[in-house]
């Protein structure tokens, strides 16, 4: 199978568009349009009777302790762990494509409920919810697709890995606010095959992506 993005290539950088926060002019960040990229994928072997799609960024900091602080960085060296931005399941065998901003465009605070996608296709939630728990105006479930807003003062440029399964069945055993973990679990024993597609992406001014 192979995965392609007009969004952005094989190991580029995401576009600020297809993020959930920016650069400033002043201040930090600010937030950005939000719009998933376009995917497109092939390759599927014979037997697909659905896809599953998911985006993680492995690059997250362990501990909270220099996140967004000023006068500081997030130093390399820390541990990293993964955090979700997409999780999609039955996606129909015969939908090879997914247009940019055709499953989330802006941002919905408390997060999407109902996100926009391919006929029959279901979304889990993202690991926004747990950041913005207790959030008084962000806090909730987040659903679908929210992008890249890795802390501003990270010294690590993250990388967004989008990932397509081709399996062997048609509806996948998780039900409700499923995670990406519970899809990993569920679909482990149907894949006939997969691809990927990595972008990076930092807010950190002192890195130059290009």
């Avoid at 376009?38 to 659905?50: I, Q």
């Avoid at 006929?119 to 207790?134: K, L, M, P, V």
């Avoid at 973990?181 to 691809?195: E, F, G, N, T």
């Amino acid at each position: 199978m192979k995965l392609t993005s007009k969004s952005f290539n094989d190991g580029g950088v995401i576009p600020g568009r297809c993020a959930f926060a920016v650069k400033a002019p002043k201040g930090h960040i600010k937030l950005s349009d939000n719009l998933n990229p376009e995917l497109s994928w092939s390759g599927a072997p014979a037997g697909t009777r659905s896809f599953a799609l998911l985006c993680i960024d492995p690059d997250v900091p362990t501990k909270p302790d220099d996140v967004n602080k000023d006068d500081r960085e997030v130093p390399l060296k820390l541990p990293r762990t993964t955090f979700t931005h997409w999780a999609m399941i039955d996606i129909p065998a015969s939908v090879t494509s997914i247009d940019e901003g055709a499953c989330s465009s802006g941002i919905v605070a408390r997060g999407k409920q109902q996100p926009a996608g391919p006929d029959g296709s279901r979304q889990g939630i993202n690991d926004y919810t747990g950041w913005f728990a207790g959030d008084a105006d962000m806090g909730g479930t987040y659903f679908g697709y929210d992008g890249p807003c890795p802390p501003w003062n990270d010294s690590v440029t993250h990388h967004y890995r989008f990932e397509v399964f081709a399996l062997d069945i048609e509806r996948c055993s998780v039900d409700g606010a499923f995670t990406a973990a519970d899809v990993i679990a569920a679909i482990k024993p149907h894949i006939l095959a997969s691809a990927s597609l990595t972008g990076r992406y930092s807010l950190n001014p002192r890195i130059r992506l290009n």
